[in-house]
């Protein structure tokens, strides 16, 4: 959670605008909310090295900020950033080139990519301070590269760096889902934790001070919104730790009503999806910012399960109920999402949500109130979302034991299914474990450390037809696999 330069500041970013938006995140309830990290997007640094290779950077862009530093030293705006209790997050591209040779605004520039220092500019963020940074793919399209390889290298580059300054460098994947890093990204290089973004940008920055006409004309739609939903969804891939990255949010953004607002939320939260906002955070309405900070939205999002929604009915064309199974037996987040443009009614059918008969309770997370569950038609304006909280009774589980690590005769043929893995990891480290499936695919499956004799349990979203499962030797076993009946 956090916030982007990208999408309000494009290229123009510089160390006072980064100030600005980090104090405006420690002091708007952002901070308290969770939101960490702020990330610095393209345009930092114009592709100059010096004869060492080392990134030289444009003193006039990051100053000293404190008495003592050294202009032209990406170490001042971290360090500022850190003494708001704030983490900090840098750019770069997995090719030779970054996406500056294709600009938004300002010159084409070219070697603005790590490709070729892939080691000697990780650790350089690092030692800077920086505690994440993003990794963009404009080189490493154009030079035709594999993604799963460059950004495996780039794994080992941040790990080696992370072992040198004793930081932690977050890793995040930014390839817009062209070599559908949902199959690589999970686990990439053994990283034990990271998000790879599914698609492409939700819309080209809106930088409202540049006043150009191209600029000007940028508005943002339902559509652009519910098309970076739409192919982001790849739920056999995330779990607890790994995330499919719907991209930056552009909540409070031109074109961006209260509605819209709330489905971004809501399908964000649902998600389990990174949120960084990358609007201007100094001029966000109170709606907006209640919203990003709403409490109970935002424990869904945390829900450590980490599981995307599944798709259960769509009775009217557009009207759509999307659930997020959650870790705590029988709970589940309710997205009601209407994509036309007139408001609709909706009943939701307790069957299609793997409950036995009615929830207890249900919640409206928006407007903070329970409601009865005998009276569960709603309403949703159009291009809206309804967010709801319901705790019932799973309907019964099919169990099965592992055997060498497998389950054989799963019986998930319908949709995507909901399933609880218990498991054992006794070493003190999160394994990351390659998981086949009979149906195709599968991926790869984050197991924390288990502690004792004690069991762990994740939750998967097995994808349709999934028949046996089997999990790649590493040092965990396997044990049981409950699929819900849904
Ligand atoms: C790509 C990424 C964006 C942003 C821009 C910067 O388009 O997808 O998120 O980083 O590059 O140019």
């Given at each position: 959670m956090g916030w982007n330069?990208?999408?309000?500041?494009?290229?123009?970013?510089?160390?006072?605008?980064?100030?600005?938006?980090?104090?405006?995140?420690?002091?708007?309830?952002?901070?308290?909310?969770g939101y960490e990290y702020?990330v610095?997007?393209?345009?930092?640094?114009?592709?100059?090295?010096?004869?060492?290779?080392?990134?030289?950077?444009?003193?006039?862009?990051?100053?000293?900020?404190?008495?003592?530093?050294?202009?032209?030293?990406?170490?001042?705006?971290?360090?500022?950033?850190?003494?708001?209790?704030?983490?900090?997050g840098?750019?770069?591209?997995?090719?030779?080139?970054?996406?500056?040779?294709?600009?938004?605004?300002?010159?084409?520039?070219?070697?603005?990519?790590?490709?070729?220092?892939?080691?000697?500019?990780?650790?350089?963020?690092?030692?800077?301070?920086?505690?994440y940074?993003k990794?963009?793919?404009?080189?490493?399209?154009?030079?035709?590269?594999?993604?799963?390889?460059?950004?495996?290298?780039?794994?080992?580059?941040?790990?080696?760096?992370?072992?040198?300054?004793?930081?932690?460098?977050f890793f995040s994947i930014c390839?817009?889902?062209?070599?559908?890093?949902?199959?690589?990204?999970?686990?990439?290089?053994?990283?034990?934790s990271t998000i790879w973004r599914t698609?492409?940008?939700?819309?080209?920055?809106?930088?409202?001070?540049?006043?150009?006409?191209?600029?000007?004309?940028?508005?943002?739609?339902?559509?652009?919104?519910?098309?970076?939903?739409?192919?982001g969804?790849?739920?056999?891939?995330q779990?607890?730790g790994y995330f499919n990255d719907l991209d930056m949010m552009?909540?409070?953004?031109?074109?961006?009503?209260?509605?819209?607002?709330?489905?971004?939320?809501?399908?964000w939260a649902?998600s389990s999806a990174p949120l960084m906002i990358g609007?201007?955070?100094?001029?966000?309405?109170?709606?907006?910012?209640?919203?990003?900070?709403?409490?109970?939205?935002?424990?869904?999002h945390h829900?450590?399960?980490g599981?995307?929604?599944?798709?259960?009915?769509?009775?009217?064309?557009?009207?759509?109920?999307?659930?997020?199974?959650?870790?705590?037996?029988?709970?589940?987040?309710?997205?009601?999402?209407?994509?036309?443009?007139?408001?609709?009614?909706?009943?939701?059918?307790?069957?299609?949500?793997?409950?036995?008969?009615?929830?207890?309770?249900?919640?409206?997370?928006?407007?903070?109130?329970?409601?009865?569950?005998?009276?569960?038609?709603?309403?949703?304006?159009?291009?809206?979302?309804?967010?709801?909280?319901?705790?019932?009774?799973?309907?019964?589980?099919?169990?099965?034991?592992?055997?060498?690590?497998?389950?054989?005769?799963?019986?998930?043929?319908?949709?995507?299914?909901?399933?609880?893995?218990?498991?054992?990891?006794?070493?003190?480290?999160?394994?990351?474990?390659?998981?086949?499936?009979?149906?195709?695919?599968?991926?790869?499956?984050?197991?924390?450390?288990?502690?004792?004799?004690?069991?762990?349990?994740?939750?998967?979203?097995?994808?349709?037809?999934?028949?046996?499962?089997?999990?790649?030797?590493?040092?965990?076993?396997?044990?049981?696999?409950?699929?819900?009946?849904?």
């Open positions: 330069s990208w999408n309000s500041f494009a290229n123009i970013v510089n160390s006072q605008i980064v100030q600005q938006q980090a104090k405006a995140m420690a002091s708007n309830g952002m901070k308290e909310a702020v610095i997007d393209e345009g930092w640094w114009l592709g100059e090295r010096d004869s060492a290779g080392n990134i030289v950077v444009n003193p006039k862009q990051w100053p000293a900020i404190q008495p003592g530093q050294k202009d032209g030293d990406m170490a001042n705006i971290a360090s500022y950033i850190h003494s708001l209790g704030l983490k900090a840098i750019y770069t591209d997995a090719g030779r080139d970054g996406c500056s040779m294709y600009p938004d605004s300002g010159p084409k520039l070219f070697n603005a990519g790590s490709e070729g220092h892939y080691d000697q500019d990780f650790l350089q963020f690092s030692k800077w301070g920086f505690d940074v990794v963009d793919w404009c080189g490493g399209a154009k030079e035709r590269r594999s993604g799963a390889i460059q950004y495996a290298q780039i794994a080992h580059a941040i790990q080696n760096a992370e072992k040198t300054t004793g930081r932690k460098l390839e817009w889902g062209s070599q559908n890093p949902w199959y690589w990204g999970p686990g990439v290089g053994d990283v034990e698609g492409g940008d939700i819309i080209p920055p809106i930088v409202e001070s540049l006043h150009d006409p191209e600029h000007d004309k940028r508005v943002i739609t339902a559509r652009n919104l519910l098309d970076s939903f739409d192919t969804m790849h739920p056999e891939a779990h607890t552009v909540m409070g953004m031109r074109g961006m009503t209260e509605a819209l607002d709330r489905t971004h939320m809501g399908l649902i609007s201007d955070l100094t001029r966000l309405s109170p709606s907006t910012l209640s919203l990003l900070t709403n409490r109970e939205a935002l424990a869904i829900d450590p399960f599981l995307q929604p599944i798709k259960v009915d769509e009775t009217t064309p557009g009207v759509q109920i999307w659930v997020k199974p959650m870790a705590i037996a029988g709970r589940r987040a309710i997205g009601i999402l209407n994509r036309t443009d007139t408001s609709a009614q909706i009943r939701i059918d307790w069957e299609k949500l793997g409950l036995k008969g009615a929830p207890r309770s249900l919640r409206d997370v928006w407007n903070g109130r329970d409601v009865d569950v005998t009276h569960a038609a709603v309403s949703v304006p159009a291009h809206d979302l309804v967010l709801m909280l319901a705790d019932g009774e799973d309907k019964l589980a099919a169990e099965y034991s592992a055997n060498n690590d497998s389950f054989a005769g799963i019986q998930a043929t319908g949709g995507p299914t909901f399933a609880r893995l218990e498991y054992a990891n006794r070493s003190s480290h999160v394994v990351v474990t390659r998981v086949k499936s009979t149906s195709g695919l599968f991926t790869a499956v984050a197991l924390p450390p288990t502690t004792g004799s004690d069991t762990g349990t994740i939750g998967l979203i097995l994808p349709r037809g999934t028949a046996d499962l089997s999990f790649e030797g590493r040092p965990v076993t396997v044990s049981r696999l409950k699929v819900q009946a849904w």
